[in-house]
């Protein structure tokens, strides 16, 4: 074997071993596995006793009834949820009802965030900062949610009129300033020449 084939081969190894303890110290700050299970064609989700939910793999989420949510059993205990890299969509009813859930985590890789997805998740408070990526944000997406204040990044072209329905703390909209599709005059959001009132903060 070569000395540059052995290099190669020692990078390697050392990849994969630092990937692996990246893998097992995310697993270690939730802690043991409580619950999980396969859903869509190629995500996983597990439930951590520290009421964290997180959702890996690629690809989109289904949308969901209420009664086909596969952490059902725990939506009234989660307190997290954390949506890793790869996840293209989050499903609708993804997280309806979710009234424990404190904090959410969006990876830059979600386009979509459908219908009713976080409605009624009151314990989300504080400023919502949506990632560079997300495009689309159907209705119902957050309505009833705590946010004072929600950030539109730069991709987003489509926001329902309801995507932040009954939001009663909110009180200002933020848009990029490179956004081509919408922006936010006095914290009221707009289509991008102000033609069209999308929505308006009701704190």
Known sequence: MSRKTRNLLTLFVASFMLLLLAVSVSAADHGAVIDSGAFGEALNWAY???HAL???GSGEMPDFGLLSIPWNSYREEIVSVEIQTGVE???GFAF???VHMKSIKIPSTTKTIRNSAFQLCSGLTGDLVLPNGVEKIEAGAFDGCGFYTVTIPETTTYIHGYGFANCSLLIEFIVNADNKNYTAYDGVLYTKDCSTLVTWPKG
């Open 96 to 98: 309806f009802g979710c």
């Open 48 to 50: 951590y006793e520290d």
């Open 89 to 91: 969509s989050i499903g």
């Open 54 to 56: 997180v959702i890996t």
